[in-house]
């Protein structure tokens, strides 16, 4: 089935992971080993999680790599498929 402008997996982060714990951006990252700009900026919507974030988030019991690979590639997709494309032609099978 097909979401409708699914939400940045950052802001599932920040709304199912940060803000129920009371958790800030900072203790999140150094418990993932890595700088509070660069989980701000997947928090705010400004980057995509990476693999290795993925990993790190499942390493941290915050669900599958997969989960957090399949909400980004569902992310990406609908904004390709939302915004503006040159004209394709389709190719046909010979």
């Given at each position: 089935?097909k979401?409708h402008?699914?939400p940045?997996?950052?802001e599932?982060?920040?709304?199912g992971?940060?803000?129920?714990?009371?958790m800030?951006?900072?203790?999140?990252?150094r418990?993932?080993?890595?700088?509070r700009?660069?989980?701000s900026?997947?928090?705010n919507?400004h980057?995509?999680?990476?693999?290795?974030l993925?990993?790190?988030?499942?390493r941290a019991?915050?669900?599958?790599?997969?989960v957090?690979?399949?909400?980004?590639?569902?992310y990406d997709?609908w904004?390709?498929?939302?915004?503006?494309?040159?004209?394709?032609?389709?190719?046909?099978?010979?």
């Amino acid at each position: 089935m097909k979401m409708h402008n699914p939400p940045h997996p950052g802001e599932l982060l920040r709304e199912g992971v940060l803000k129920p714990m009371n958790m800030k951006v900072a203790d999140l990252a150094r418990r993932l080993g890595m700088s509070r700009v660069s989980l701000s900026r997947v928090v705010n919507g400004h980057a995509a999680i990476s693999s290795d974030l993925a990993v790190r988030l499942e390493r941290a019991g915050l669900s599958t790599a997969r989960v957090w690979m399949g909400l980004q590639a569902d992310y990406d997709l609908w904004q390709a498929e939302n915004r503006e494309q040159p004209h394709i032609e389709r190719i046909e099978a010979a």
